[in-house]
């Protein structure tokens, strides 16, 4: 297996959609609970979060570049180890999370 660099892909599009989808549910049900609250709440958002909801930005994720390195030699030297049940695993935890959305 051989691992080349970055495909500049935007990876997140999916997650801001479905984080914004439940951000103005959850916007939307607040504002019918508290019509006759005057009490507010803010957040802040980070510039890359806002990257994130905005949906068209590419936003580069985070890379550890020294692990990176050790993965690649790792698998160079046929040193690393692949957990068939790890991944099936992980597979379904994602499935499970697309069907609560």
């Not at 019918?32 to 936003?59: F, Y």
Request: overall charge negative; hydrophobic content about 30%; proline content about 1%.
């Amino acid at each position: 297996m051989k691992i080349e660099g970055y495909q500049g892909t935007n990876i997140y599009g999916d997650q801001a959609a479905k984080l914004t989808k439940h951000t103005q549910l959850a916007a939307s049900k607040n504002q019918t609970n508290n019509d006759s609250t005057e009490e507010s709440t803010s957040v802040e958002l980070s510039e890359r979060a806002q990257k994130i909801m905005q949906g068209g930005a590419q936003v580069e994720p985070e890379i550890d570049l020294k692990k990176v390195a050790n993965l690649k030699n790792a698998i160079n030297n046929g040193n690393y180890k692949i957990s068939a049940e790890d991944i099936a695993n992980r597979m379904m935890a994602q499935v499970d999370m697309q069907k609560e959305d």
